[in-house]
């Protein structure tokens, strides 16, 4: 599976509806896949679920000081907020 490069605009909510698009067809395959193997599609949403946060965690704990991880966490909860909300 060949992810598209982000075209890197200024406008972040733009940029991640993009980056989900990209990811998509591997994330259904994903999901297609272990239902295949036999697993609840509840057990696989919540799953992933828990594993993006583990990332978005992750990443606001690389971005430096307690404030970038505040910074980081809240925007990540903006943009979820924004992009559920259209």
Known sequence: MTISPPKRTDDPLSQAAECKAALRAGF???VSQALSAGWDQY???????????????????????EADIAIAKALFEIRKAFITSH
């Open 28 to 30: 259904e395959d994903l």
């Open 43 to 65: 057990d696989v949403a919540l799953a992933l679920s828990e594993l993006g946060e583990q990332l978005v965690e992750t990443t606001a704990e690389n971005a430096g000081s």
